[in-house]
């Protein structure tokens, strides 16, 4: 009988999905949530057939390299600026990531920051745990924040996710602005009830403003200083996309010095570690990446990236569901 193929799955993972993949594969799973040096990557990777990764593992060439066994690497997310895609595919690895099952969870979470972040839920949290209000009270005018409804909410980045941020504004009255490299289609544009705009326009205009977009090396503070310096003062600022995509020093001196109302983030520029000012600010509201974290979402993410893993190397191989470098596979023929 022929060895089973060998799968490692880099972070602790729901039991029933590694039960799947264990139903087929030698699985080594990881049990603590931690990152890895690119050798140990390169170490882990090498005597493997497939991997389940998560987005703090950098898969470039040097990981890969002499690598002849591993065929398929599957990431536990849409984003995919943690893969070096012609790497991996120079190397005959299909990548995959999960496309569509968190369109609608990372949706409501936006909504979630905009909404805590604009009605300074985070602070008042803080402020009633620390015992103030009997000290205090709630002064008919204290805590006052900005509305949502009937205003103009502006998303950058209008793929998936941001067209589903934006088809729930509709909920709250509000006018939808976007900006995207791309216009939608006309179809498109209607079902979100989103209109066009140069991404000056959308900064200057919006009252909200959403940020969706991928990361790459162009997106890297696609909001900094000068883009800050052209939004209301009025305004609440949410990044669900990436690191890196917002200047976070700017921001902070932004939110500090009252040019933007306030801010709520999931995702920071060298995360796990939170910009010391950021930290330092009420009006931000802050979360440790987990826009998709919801039971339902998460389960499907992991179960999208078996699925792509059996698709590859499973006893039935089969079209992956979500191949980033499709290439690889045609080249085999
Ligand atoms: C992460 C994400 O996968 O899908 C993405 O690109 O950023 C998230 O869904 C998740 O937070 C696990 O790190």
Redesign the pocket.
């Known amino acids: 009988m022929s060895e089973k193929k060998k799968v490692w799955v880099s972070r602790p993972l729901f039991p029933e999905v590694l039960a799947r993949l264990a139903e087929q594969f030698e699985v080594e799973a990881e049990t603590v949530e931690r990152r890895y040096s690119p050798e140990e990557l390169r170490a882990r990777l090498a005597g493997v057939d497939g991997a389940v990764v998560?987005?703090v593992d950098r898969i470039d060439a040097a990981v890969l390299e002499g690598n002849t066994r591993l065929k398929v690497v599957a990431n536990?997310?849409?984003?995919h600026n943690n893969l070096d895609l012609p790497a991996l595919t120079r190397a005959g690895v299909l990548a995959s990531n999960?496309p569509d099952v968190?369109n609608e969870t990372?949706a409501d979470y936006g909504w979630a920051l905009l909404m805590a972040a604009a009605r300074r839920v985070g602070a008042a949290e803080r402020w009633l745990r620390a015992g103030e209000w009997p000290k205090q009270g709630v002064h008919f005018d204290d805590w006052l924040g900005v509305d949502l409804h009937g205003r103009t909410l502006g998303v950058l980045g209008m793929g998936r996710i941001g067209r589903a941020v934006a088809r729930r504004a509709a909920g709250f009255d509000m006018r939808v602005l976007y900006h995207n490299r791309t216009r939608l289609s006309d179809e498109l544009e209607r079902s979100c009830h989103a209109a066009w705009v140069e991404k000056e326009t959308l900064l200057r205009e919006v009252d909200h403003l959403v940020l969706v977009l991928p990361f790459t090396p162009a997106n890297r503070h696609a909001i900094g200083a000068a883009e800050l310096a052209l939004m209301k003062p009025t305004a609440v600022l949410v990044n669900i996309a990436r690191g890196g995509i917002v200047d976070d020093a700017a921001l902070a001196a932004a939110l500090r010095e009252g040019r933007l109302a306030a801010a709520g983030l999931d995702v920071f520029e060298g995360e796990p570690a939170v910009h010391a000012d950021l930290l330092a600010l009420d009006n931000v509201v802050l979360s440790p990446?987990?826009?998709?974290?919801s039971f339902t979402t998460r389960r499907a993410?992991a179960d999208m990236a078996a699925d792509n893993v059996l698709a590859v190397i499973g006893a039935e191989p089969g079209k992956p569901v979500s191949p980033l470098n499709p290439e690889v596979l045609a080249a085999k023929g």
């Open positions: 998560g987005l536990l997310g849409v984003g999960t968190l990372t990446h987990i826009a998709s974290a993410m």
